[in-house]
């Protein structure tokens, strides 16, 4: 401050190179914080870091690599022995076993010390992200055979789905269902309105197979039709929201030489068209990872089959003798 009072020309150079020295820091401790929060983790850094920002890049960059480097050695040796450990409990020869396999890699834990408690504590982070493996492994395809995958994981998962879904209902409506009618609107598909009331007991192999697959058809009919009045539910409100406010504002079309009907059809149109698509986007990003709840399946309601007619009129008949009173003549 003195050789600013004395000689603020001489002073200049030596402010300059104070707040080039200050920018440096700055940025250098919001690049080092971005590359903490990237790797996961704190990084010993060199003390003092210098102020060219020319070698503290390289510094930076060294040291990451460094840690980069020392992060993946020790997250190897970590897989190594979760593989281990893993394939002595569990078996990994099924498709199951290695898809448990490869969810238990992609976490791990590690010891901590709680800075409320002091205590040890053990926390689970996130090893790895498939989705990286994952575009590499799509780098060189071409959009029409993505799509062409991807149909085909979808299709053969509803199958499996369909499946699955199809014998447990079946096993479960099995132990009180009395007639055919008690399986629900999937007999009717399966069988027809005539067979109905014919007994449980009575399905062949083949015919319950037949009726498994009804079960597992329209119980994933019901899951779909979940989410997409789901999805529909969710966005028509806001869809009415934005029908509302588009009346209020049309309004301001006649002040610009427009006719606000005109206008008011083109973008509720316009508007209409997006809903349609917000719908499809949200039905397909949630039907490979929705969870469906339980599908109830409510029994057929169906007349009872009515009693021969000598049956009836026997029945009849003595119902009316019994029943009849003889009259008494008035003298």
Not at 250 to 277: N, T
């Amino acid at each position: 401050l003195r050789k600013l009072a004395d000689d603020p020309e001489d002073a200049r150079e030596v402010i300059q190179e104070m707040v080039a020295n200050q920018l440096t820091v700055i940025s250098a401790t919001r690049v080092i914080g971005a590359i903490q929060n990237r790797v996961g983790e704190q990084i010993q850094w060199q003390s003092p870091l210098p102020s060219d920002w020319d070698e503290l890049a390289d510094i930076l960059m060294t040291t990451t690599r460094e840690s980069l480097d020392k992060k993946r050695e020790r997250l190897n040796n970590q897989v190594a022995r979760d593989i281990e450990l893993f394939m002595q409990r569990e078996d990994v020869s099924t498709v199951s076993g290695k898809l448990r396999l490869l969810i238990t890699l992609s976490q791990g834990s590690r010891t901590a010390f709680d800075q409320r408690t002091h205590k040890q504590v053990k926390q689970v982070f996130t090893r790895f992200a498939y989705v990286f493996y994952a575009a590499q492994l799509l780098e060189n395809l071409n959009a029409e055979t993505i799509a062409d995958e991807v149909m085909s994981h979808l299709e053969a998962a509803e199958e499996a789905l369909r499946e699955t879904w199809g014998q447990s209902e079946f096993a479960r409506l099995s132990q009180n269902a009395a007639r055919l009618a008690d399986f629900g609107p999937a007999a009717r598909i399966a069988f027809g309105e005539e067979r109905l009331n014919d007994a449980a007991s009575s399905l062949s192999e083949e015919e319950a197979a037949q009726l498994s697959t009804a079960l597992g058809r329209y119980v994933l009919n019901e899951v779909h039709r979940q989410l997409l009045l789901g999805a529909f539910s969710e966005l028509w409100v806001e869809y009415l929201t934005k029908v509302e406010g588009l009346r209020v504002a049309i309004g301001l079309e006649a002040y610009a030489q427009r006719d606000p009907l005109v206008q008011y059809k083109s973008s509720a149109s316009e508007m209409f068209q997006q809903l349609l698509e917000d719908v499809r986007g949200l039905v397909i990003s949630r039907a490979f990872a929705a969870r469906p709840r339980r599908v109830e399946i409510t029994p057929i309601e169906t007349t009872e089959t009515e009693a021969a007619p000598g049956e009836t009129a026997s029945v009849q008949i003595g119902g009316a003798a019994q029943g009849k009173k003889k009259r008494r003549r008035r003298s």
